[in-house]
């Protein structure tokens, strides 16, 4: 990742990008069902997790998981993918190692 990129984009651009991934699982059954079963999260309690300093990272995190979402995510937003892995980066519980 160019040093450059990552100043380019904002805390709030960053958590914008992982609200939108979340409409994005949200969207899809199947994937919402991927999710879920990956978080150990259930439908009555996603919101409350919303509240999370950690739940949008870990959107983001799931979506960087499965190249097939993320590809298909980043298409739909018109970006880069690696804008994504950037967002990422600038969320808590990154490190340099993760998120391509």
Known sequence: ????KSRDFS????E???AQALGFIAGDST???RFLAESGLGPDTIRRAAA???FLPAV???????????LDFAAQLGIDPKHVGIARRLL???NSESSS
Not at 60 to 70: C, G, K, N, Q, R
């Open 1 to 4: 990742m160019n040093a450059r």
């Open 11 to 14: 805390k709030e651009a960053a």
């Open 16 to 18: 914008t990008i992982a």
């Open 31 to 33: 994937r919402l069902g």
């Open 52 to 54: 999370d300093p950690s």
């Open 60 to 70: 983001l995190d799931f979506i960087l998981a499965h190249e097939a979402d993320l």
């Open 92 to 94: 808590p519980g990154a």
